[in-house]
């Protein structure tokens, strides 16, 4: 047995939750400040460089604070192999197709 098995996943969703949080933040003090954004604002944020970048890290940490969150609620508490197996094959493969569906977007968006 590890002696640090938990430490890991523990830190990994601290982190993620405080890049959420701070990217929420930013985005929230910039939609309260600022004029309300129009299609055309938002599509040229997603279409830029930084933009398509904050993006993808928020979704990749919402993605990773989701999966480790699942996971240790389906090993605590799922006792059946092939039940905990099929579950969190289930969970992973949401988690890549949302991730992947926002990775395309983007990508048709900088093209």
Known sequence: MR???GQRAWLLQRVSVLLV???LAVGGLRLLF???PSYEDWRSFASSAHGAVLIVLFFG???LHAW???R???LDY???RAVRFAVLLLVATMLVAVTLRVLFVLGGQIA
């Open 3 to 5: 002696v640090f098995s």
């Open 21 to 23: 949080l701070v990217l």
């Open 34 to 36: 600022w004029p309300a």
């Open 61 to 63: 940490a919402v993605a």
């Open 68 to 70: 480790v969150g699942a």
């Open 72 to 74: 240790d609620v389906v």
């Open 78 to 80: 799922l006792q059946h």
